[in-house]
T-cell receptor, first 114, second 112 residues
Framework: DSGVTQTPKHLITATGQRVTLRCSPR?????VYWYQQSLDQGLQFLIQ???????AKGNILERFSAQQFPDLHSELNLSSLELGDSALYFC?????????????FGPGTRLTVL | DQQVKQNSPSLSVQEGRISILNCDYT??????FLWYKKYPAEGPTFLIS?????DKNEDGRFTVFLNKSAKHLSLHIVPSQPGDSAVYFC???????????FGKGTRLSVIA
C-alpha cells in the first residue's frame, strides 16, 4: 500500500459526459501528479500540483482540468468525454524535499467511455 | 518524440536465472532514473533508482546499471522469482521535483 488513495476505482460513462477523479496523497506529501495510461502505452504525464499551485503541465487536453485543495487532495476533471479518453488514470505524490524524490502511485481509476 | 524507450515489450526467463531489462533515453539532461514494477489492477510500485552521477546501484536482488555515454540503463534481477512477473517501467526525470518520463514498459514472465 503506497498510501496514495484514488476514487473511484472504476468509472463507466458515455461520450460527452463529465467526470471527476479524486486523489489523496500520502501524508506529508505536498506534490501531486496525474498520469494517463492508455492501452499499450507508458504513463503519460498530465499535470503536477505543489501545495495547491499548478507546477508543471504535460500533454493535458483543454477538456481536462485539475486542482489541489487546501487539504492537499486533488481532483482531475475530464469533460466532453470521447472514446479515446478511456484509460487508466494514476495519481502520484512525492515529498518535495527528498533528494531522491520517488513518486508513489495510487491504484488508479479505470475510465471507460462508451 | 519518445525520450525514454524500452524496446522489448516482453521478456521470459526461467526461475533462478538472471532477468535483464533494458532502457534507452535520448535526453542527456535527465539526472535521475527510476524503475517501477506494476502488477495488474495496481499502481506502479517504486523499485530502485540511480542518480546520473553513479553507474551502479544495488538493492538486494535488484541492480541498476547506468551507462551515460550510451544513454542506456538496465535492471538486473538475480535470481528471478515467479513473483517478479510484472510489467517493469523505466522512468527518468530532469533535476528537481519534476514529472517522470516513462517508457512503455516490459512485461517480465518468470517461469517456474
Amino acid at each position: 500500500d503506497s498510501g496514495v488513495t484514488q476514487t473511484p476505482k472504476h468509472l463507466i460513462t458515455a461520450t460527452g459526459q463529465r467526470v471527476t477523479l479524486r486523489c489523496s496523497p500520502r501524508s506529508g506529501d505536498l506534490s501531486v501528479y496525474w498520469y494517463q495510461q492508455s492501452l499499450d502505452q507508458g504513463l503519460q504525464f498530465l499535470i503536477q500540483y505543489y501545495n495547491g499551485e499548478e507546477r508543471a503541465k504535460g500533454n493535458i487536453l483543454e477538456r481536462f482540468s485539475a486542482q489541489q485543495f487546501p487539504d492537499l487532495h486533488s481532483e482531475l476533471n475530464l469533460s466532453s468525454l470521447e472514446l479515446g479518453d478511456s484509460a487508466l488514470y494514476f495519481c502520484a505524490s512525492s515529498v518535495l524535499s527528498s533528494v531522491h524524490n520517488e513518486q508513489f502511485f495510487g491504484p488508479g481509476t479505470r475510465l471507460t467511455v462508451l | 518524440d519518445q525520450q525514454v524507450k524500452q524496446n522489448s515489450p516482453s521478456l521470459s526467463v526461467q526461475e533462478g536465472r538472471i532477468s535483464i531489462l533494458n532502457c534507452d533515453y535520448t535526453n542527456s539532461m535527465f539526472d535521475y532514473f527510476l524503475w517501477y514494477k506494476k502488477y495488474p489492477a495496481e499502481g506502479p510500485t517504486f523499485l530502485i533508482s540511480i542518480s546520473s552521477i553513479k553507474d551502479k546501484n544495488e538493492d538486494g536482488r535488484f541492480t541498476v546499471f547506468l551507462n551515460k555515454s550510451a544513454k542506456h540503463l538496465s535492471l538486473h534481477i538475480v535470481p528471478s522469482q515467479p513473483g517478479d512477473s510484472a510489467v517493469y517501467f523505466c522512468a527518468a526525470r530532469l533535476s528537481g521535483n519534476t514529472p517522470l518520463v516513462f517508457g512503455k514498459g516490459t512485461r517480465l514472465s518468470v517461469i517456474a
